[in-house]
């Protein structure tokens, strides 16, 4: 791996958690109830982002290597957070919030793997 892939994984990354950020500060303004909606928003962004440069190529070609070094690892990796999601969902379970625990973790993987399973069928039907 080169000098220049390990770039564009750190500008990707640097942009997706700069977009985390901002969703974060966004979602402070209008947000006060128990749901992790910034880290649900930046995942579903994140998805959103990888499953659109899925439908659009594959990336199977070396051609589009950078363009999947930049947004798929960087960018997605940086906007997305496993780490941040495991915490709140333990937090929200600590102070007995099991219904907002359990509404995290079902719409947080059905809405994100849905996304991806829609976009592999749009994928296999083109």
């Known amino acids: 791996m080169s000098t220049y892939n390990f770039f564009l994984v750190f500008i990707g990354g640097?942009?997706?958690?700069?977009?985390?950020?901002?969703?974060?500060?966004?979602?402070?303004?209008?947000?006060?109830?128990?749901?992790?909606?910034?880290?649900?928003?930046?995942n579903i962004s994140a998805v959103v982002i990888l499953a659109l440069i899925f439908f659009l190529s594959s990336f199977k070609n070396a051609e589009h290597e950078n363009l999947r070094l930049m947004i798929v690892i960087g960018l997605c990796g940086g906007l997305s957070t496993f780490s941040t999601f495991s915490l709140e969902t333990a937090e929200l379970i600590r102070k007995g919030e099991i219904s907002w625990a359990i509404a995290?973790?079902?719409?947080?993987?059905?809405?994100?793997?849905?996304?991806?399973?829609?976009?592999?069928?749009?994928?296999?039907?083109t």
Do not use: E
């Open 14 to 42: 640097g942009l997706g958690s700069v977009f985390r950020y901002l969703i974060s500060k966004a979602t402070d303004c209008f947000f006060s109830f128990s749901f992790p909606v910034a880290t649900f928003l930046s």
């Open 104 to 125: 995290n973790i079902a719409f947080s993987n059905i809405a994100c793997i849905g996304i991806m399973l829609f976009s592999i069928r749009q994928v296999q039907a």
